[in-house]
């Protein structure tokens, strides 16, 4: 039925003030008025269309999406848009484009890279849009291991230019979005090499591709690397590949910030410390703590309104089955999803405030924070990253079987969402810096030098090492100091008995290799630590709205508790708790899940997604699931004909031989 309410009656049971939450959710009223703005524009706007993507082949697909990225920027000038309207319009598009990379990447390249003579330079071109630009740091050969790279950029005083060369097969720049099709310029990571010197891995601003016909300049191959995971999905993205032969670019396209190359050919290394040259990645994977938390509401926002419309057993003396929500199974499956998407929005929101200090810091030449900034964001992007795609697979079983189909929207999701556990550091990799960092800061314990940030539990570390939980009853969990304790004491057990062990290996970076699995999972420990204690914080602020700070304290207790069972394996072999507690804490979430239970839609409804933006038949907001979904499969073009093509062709001879054998 068109324009009922499905789901009205679960939205009346909601026991807090939903319009308060979607203001905690967004960040701010302002904040909520743009992207509610924003996400209603381009939902209203055909042209911004999506539900045909998985039917669309690869050019098709691809055009499409060069027709809606000029299209945004021609809104966006129409309508005059703010820098922050726009991102959002962009964003709200929801499709990957080599817009992500000219923004997300090359832009912040060259503003945290650049000095001040080429920001101004080249700053404007690239607002304007007058060039397009990507981020061509990987290669075939290497990925992970940026010091690896081949790509090498040899100095010429002769001419006062840089020569960029591509040595071997495997230092073909290799992934770079945007790079393939579209890219008229990239910042190029390569081997600064001066007067034989090799100064190791260096950014650059290389033109690729000429601005009058689009044609590739002299020296450069590039191209498409070919078809990703999924249909639609990723395929959207011209993910490139690009060769050079002996190209030249003037000597001041090199990203000067950090050191520079004089006239004479001089290397010259600034005050700045050199990992700044990584500073990109950085500012990214903080972006993509919060994306995260955006990705997962999605598919946690489909998962609950249908598992309130979906019924399965139970139907008795005439009433309905039962919803399947009100199954404690799916309860446990699915609210710490919904408490794990709150709890990456208010870290995302922390990480944003940490690298805005960091980057105020750096402009007073104070860089003590930039390890603190590289763990957290490394950590972050790889715990947030992984837990996302996990949930939104798990979301997709949820949906039982109509979560396989693509107008539920979820396979779409996880196909576009699981590469963020592999770009922007594999996130193996990545917590394997964090553990350097913990292995570090315990090192440095002896000295004095006190631990500050988010490490300043390990300040504490001898009294962490003899902590014992004075939990008695399940509702003692509550107590947000009775769950700090037991995550600090389990992160600082894991970490220090990783450093223990390491102490028995005579090479240290020995050690390192053998115990890394180990490692990976102290940094895992640490990662969660920051969560739990995030949310906690948050809950010190003052927070308006009915019931809003209450519901926010369950699901900052369900995150933590879940997580608590989770791992009780860890808890009780380091000794943080006793068995007796690790099973109060699993009363106290059963608990915990019956008080979010008749809130859960209001809970999803906070996120205040649009259709168009969830683009699920599952997840609509009036919870008109079946005959949607009985009109969507009429829609596929394989029901175009009553016969389909291949029948005559193939089917029918194989039919007609089987009958004439059959009858011999
Ligand atoms: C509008 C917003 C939109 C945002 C979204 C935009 C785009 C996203 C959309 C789509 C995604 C598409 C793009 C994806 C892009 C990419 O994937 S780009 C390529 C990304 N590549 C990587 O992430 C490679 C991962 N590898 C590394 O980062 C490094 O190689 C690694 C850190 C693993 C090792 O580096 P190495 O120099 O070998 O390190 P060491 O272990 O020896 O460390 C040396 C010291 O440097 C410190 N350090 C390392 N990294 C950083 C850093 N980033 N910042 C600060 N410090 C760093 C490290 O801790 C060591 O310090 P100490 O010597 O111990 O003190
Ligand atoms: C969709 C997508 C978009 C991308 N966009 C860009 C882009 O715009 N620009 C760009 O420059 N790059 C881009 N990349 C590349 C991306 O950054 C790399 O793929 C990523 O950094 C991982 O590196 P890798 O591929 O070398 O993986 P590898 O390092 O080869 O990883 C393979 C396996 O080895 C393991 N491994 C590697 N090193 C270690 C170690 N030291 N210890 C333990 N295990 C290890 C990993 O955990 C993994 O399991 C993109 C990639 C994808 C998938």
Not at 26 to 35: C, F, I, K, R, Y
Not at 41 to 50: G, I, Y
Not at 107 to 120: D, F
Not at 410 to 428: K, Q, S
Request: net charge neutral.
């Amino acid at each position: 039925m068109e324009g009922v309410d499905h789901l009205a009656f679960e939205r009346n049971k909601a026991q807090f003030d939903v319009d308060a939450m979607k203001i905690v959710w967004a960040g701010s009223s302002h904040a909520l008025e743009v992207s509610d703005r924003m996400s209603r524009l381009v939902a209203s706007d055909p042209a911004f269309r999506k539900d045909n993507r998985a039917m669309l082949g690869r050019k098709e697909l691809f055009k499409n999406t060069l027709r809606k990225a000029a299209y945004a920027l021609k809104r966006i000038i129409e309508l005059r848009l703010s820098e922050e309207e726009a991102s959002m319009l962009r964003s709200f598009v929801d499709e990957p484009a080599f817009t992500d990379l000219h923004w997300g990447m090359f832009v912040p390249a060259i503003k945290g890279q650049g000095t001040e003579e080429q920001l101004k330079k080249w700053l404007p071109l690239a607002q304007k849009m007058q060039i397009i630009g990507c981020y061509a740091q990987t290669e075939l050969g290497h990925g992970s291991n940026v010091q690896g790279l081949e790509t090498t950029v040899t100095f010429d005083p002769k001419t006062d230019e840089f020569v960029i060369h591509s040595p071997t097969l495997t230092s073909s720049k290799w992934w770079p979005g945007g790079l393939g099709k579209i890219s008229t310029h990239a910042v190029v990571y390569g081997r600064l090499i001066t007067d034989g010197q090799d100064h190791g891995v260096h950014g650059f601003i290389v033109q690729l591709r000429s601005l009058d016909d689009h044609l590739p300049l002299p020296g450069i191959t590039v191209g498409d690397i070919g078809m990703k995971f999924g249909n639609g999905a990723y395929n959207t993205m011209d993910n490139g590949v690009l060769r050079f032969d002996h190209v030249r670019i003037p000597r001041d396209q090199m990203l000067m910030r950090v050191s520079r190359v004089t006239r004479e050919g001089k290397y010259v290394q600034s005050n700045v410390p050199r990992q700044l040259v990584y500073g990109t990645m950085v500012y990214v994977r903080q972006t993509i703590v919060s994306d995260a938390s955006t990705a997962l509401s999605r598919a946690v926002c489909i998962a609950t309104r249908y598992s309130a419309v979906r019924r399965q057993f139970g139907a008795t003396g005439g009433n309905p089955e039962s919803q399947v929500i009100d199954y404690k199974t799916q309860q446990a499956r699915l609210f710490p999803l919904l408490a794990s998407a709150y709890a990456f929005r208010f870290v995302g929101e922390w990480l944003k405030w940490l690298y805005t200090d960091v980057m105020t810091r750096l402009q007073a030449n104070d860089f003590s924070t930039l390890p603190e900034a590289h763990a957290c964001t490394a950590g972050l992007k790889s715990l947030t990253t992984s837990a996302t795609s996990d949930g939104i697979e798990e979301c997709r079983k949820l949906c039982g079987g109509h979560g396989y189909l693509c107008s539920s929207g979820l396979p779409e999701l996880f196909a576009v969402y699981v590469p963020t556990c592999t770009y922007e550091g594999d996130n193996i990799v990545l917590l394997l810096q964090v553990a350097r960092h913990l292995m570090k800061t315990i090192s440095q314990l002896g000295s004095g030098k006190k631990p500050v940030g988010t490490v300043a539990y390990m300040g504490r570390v001898e009294q962490l090492m003899e902590s014992r939980s004075d939990v008695q009853k399940a509702e003692d969990w509550l107590n947000p100091s009775a769950v700090l304790g037991a995550f600090e004491a389990r992160a600082a057990r894991k970490s220090v008995a990783c450093a223990k062990n390491l102490s028995k290996f005579s090479n240290p970076e020995e050690g390192f290799l053998e115990l890394s699995n180990d490692l990976v999972e102290a940094a895992r420990a640490h990662c969660q630590l920051i969560v739990v204690s995030k949310f906690i914080d948050k809950l010190q602020q003052d927070i308006p709205g009915k019931g809003v700070k209450q519901l926010l304290e369950v699901l900052c207790s369900i995150y933590a508790l879940f997580h608590l069972h989770k791992h009780l394996g860890d808890f009780l072999s380091t000794g943080c708790i006793t068995s007796k507690q690790g099973s109060l804490a699993n009363d106290q979430l059963r608990s915990l899940y019956s008080q979010v239970r008749p809130n859960a839609i209001g809970l999803v409804d906070a996120f205040n997604y649009t259709d168009h933006y969830l683009s699920s038949i599952l997840g609509r907001y009036d919870g008109n699931v079946y005959p949607k979904l009985y009109e969507e499969a009429w829609k596929d073009p394989l029901n175009d004909s009553v016969i389909p093509d291949g029948f005559q062709e193939y089917i029918r001879p194989m039919l007609k031989q089987q009958l004439r054998n059959a009858r011999l």
